[in-house]
């Protein structure tokens, strides 16, 4: 299992996991869904648009796993969402 979203990368801390952040890094992100070729999408809300869209030109899309309530959380009243990624693969440059 590798966890993509904007707070992924805490999570990885936490569970001792690899997770990978879609908004920060140092490569972009169409580069970094290639290399690690995540299984699952976290975060506040819907997916992002932008991640949607690099999925879709992977043949990927995500299946809502759950749907979570996290009180005094900073993103306000959006659910965490948990998402399992399914469909074809990352396409290769």
């Known amino acids: 299992m590798l966890l993509m979203?904007?707070?992924?990368?805490s999570i990885g801390?936490?569970?001792g996991m690899v997770c990978v952040n879609d908004r920060l890094?140092?490569?972009?992100?169409?580069?970094?869904?290639?290399?690690?070729?995540p299984t699952h999408v976290i975060g506040y809300g819907p997916i992002d648009p932008d991640l949607v869209g690099m999925l879709a030109l992977r043949g990927k899309w995500g299946?809502?796993?759950?749907?979570?309530?996290?009180?005094?959380?900073y993103a306000g009243t959006q659910?965490?969402?948990l998402h399992a990624l399914e469909g074809g693969h990352a396409r290769r440059r």
């Open 13 to 15: 801390l936490e569970l």
């Open 79 to 81: 659910p965490l969402m």
């Open 63 to 73: 299946r809502l796993l759950g749907q979570y309530e996290v009180y005094h959380s």
């Open 25 to 37: 890094g140092t490569w972009p992100l169409r580069d970094r869904l290639d290399a690690y070729q």
């Open 5 to 9: 979203g904007h707070m992924a990368d």
